[in-house]
C-alpha cells in the first residue's frame, strides 16, 4: 500500500507538463527538450524523467510570469513570495486538484460542452487553465439564471445531480397569473405531467406576489406573480412543467440556492455571468439541504432583481430584456411628453402675456386722456423723435465713429 501511493507521487515530467498547461504530450516534450522547464532549482531535459508532483515548476511561456500577472493568480504566491527562485512556480499537485467554480449563469448560455447556435457556459470561463475540461454539474435552460456549479471533477459533478444524493434547490418564478389556492398542495403531493413516465417528486411551494409586489415597485418587468419552489430532482423542465400542470406559465426563472450555499452568501450573486473558484467548506454547503423561511427567499429575491437591474442585455432573458426596453420607451415618451407639454404652456403664458402688453399700450395710447394722436402736429411729432434719439445715444454710446486719422472704427 506505502508502495503505491509512493508510485503516485512520482509522476513523468511530460506528463506533468501537459496536465499543468493544457498542451499535448508532444509539445510538452518539446518544451521540456529545449530547457524551458525548472523544477526546483535544476533545469531538467528528459521529458521521462519522474518528479514528485509537490516539487515546485516553472515552465517558459506559460507560468515564468510575475506574481501579479493576472494570467498567474491561481499559482502559489505566498510560496512565490517566500522565495524568489520560485517566483510563480506552481507544484503538479496544486494543479492536479480539482476546479470547483460557482457561476451566476445568464441567459443566452446553454449547459453543454460544445452547441452550433448558443454560446456555452464554459466560454465564460475560458480564462482558467484547463478550461476545456470544465463541465457543468446540472443543467439550467436557456433562458433560466442563477447558480450553477462549473467543475472538472467528474465524482462531484455526479453527487450533485444524482437523484439519490438528494441535493436541495431553489428557483424563483415569475409567472403569468396568481396561483390556484390547490397549487401548494398538488406541489407537495407531486405532480404527473402528461410528457412524463413517472410522477414528480414533491416539492415545496411557497407564493410570494402578496410579499414581492411592494418590493418589485418600479423595477423592469412590472410586478407579477411571483413564487420558489424548493426541490431535490432536477429533470428536464421539471420547475416549468409543474406550474403548467396548475394553469400557470413560466415567464421568468432563477435558480438562487443549492444546498445551504445561496445567493446573499456568495460574491457574484448580485452580477449576472460573474463566476469565482469555491473553498472546500462552500463545496461542503452544496450538500447541506436547508428548508428556507420566508425571509430568506425575499433575500435572495432582492439579490436577484440587482443582478437583473445592472446586467448587459445580452445576458437577459428576451421575456426580461423586451419589458426592459418596453419600460425604456415607455419612460422616453413620458418625458417627452412632459417637455411638450411645458412647451405648450410657456407658449399659451407667452401669449397671453403678449395681448396683455398690446392692449395695455393701445390703452395708453388711445383712451388716454393726456395724449392723443389726432392732435400731434408734424412739427411736435418730429421733435419728439429727435428726442428719443438723442435719448437712446445718450444710453447707449456711438457704436461707430471716425478717429483722429480719419479712419472709420467699429467697437
Known sequence: MAKKAAVKQMQRLDKIVAHITGWSRQQATKVI??????????????????????????????????????DALWLDQEAAAADESTLGAVSAQEALAAQVFLLNKPANYVCADRDKNHNVVTTLLRSERNHANLHCAGRLDLDTTGLLVVTDDGALIHN????????????????????????????????????????????????????????????EPESGHWA??????????????????????????????????????????????????????????????????????EAMWRCYLEARASAEACYLAPVVLAARQAAVATAAAASAGTEQDDDELAGDAAQAAGESAQEDMSADEFDSDEFDSDDLSADSAEDFS??????????????????????????
Open 386 to 411: 429727435n428726442k428719443d434719439d438723442a435719448a437712446f445715444e445718450a444710453e447707449q454710446g456711438d457704436f461707430d465713429e471716425f478717429d483722429a486719422d480719419g479712419n472709420f472704427r467699429i467697437y
Open 228 to 297: 420558489a419552489v424548493q426541490l431535490s430532482q432536477g429533470r428536464f423542465h421539471q420547475v416549468k412543467r409543474m406550474f403548467e400542470m396548475v394553469g400557470c406559465e413560466v415567464q421568468e426563472l432563477t435558480r438562487v440556492a443549492i444546498g445551504a450555499l445561496n445567493v446573499t452568501k456568495c460574491p457574484v450573486g448580485t452580477k449576472l455571468g460573474a463566476y469565482y473558484r469555491l473553498s472546500p467548506a462552500e463545496v461542503e454547503l452544496l450538500f447541506t439541504n436547508q428548508d428556507y423561511e420566508l425571509a430568506e427567499l
Open 33 to 70: 527538450r529545449d530547457g524551458g522547464v525548472v523544477v526546483g532549482e535544476e533545469v531538467i531535459l528528459d521529458g521521462a524523467t519522474k518528479v514528485s508532483i509537490s516539487a515546485p515548476l516553472v515552465i517558459a511561456g506559460f507560468n515564468d510570469l510575475i506574481a501579479d500577472d493576472d
Open 160 to 219: 450533485i445531480t444524482a437523484p439519490r444524493k438528494e441535493v436541495n434547490k431553489v428557483y424563483l418564478a415569475r409567472l403569468d397569473r396568481a396561483l390556484p389556492k390547490h397549487a401548494v398542495r398538488r406541489f407537495a403531493e407531486g405532480i404527473k405531467h402528461p410528457e412524463e413516465d413517472k410522477r414528480y417528486q414533491g416539492a415545496k411551494l411557497t407564493p410570494l406576489t402578496a410579499l414581492f409586489h411592494e418590493l418589485e415597485a418600479g423595477a
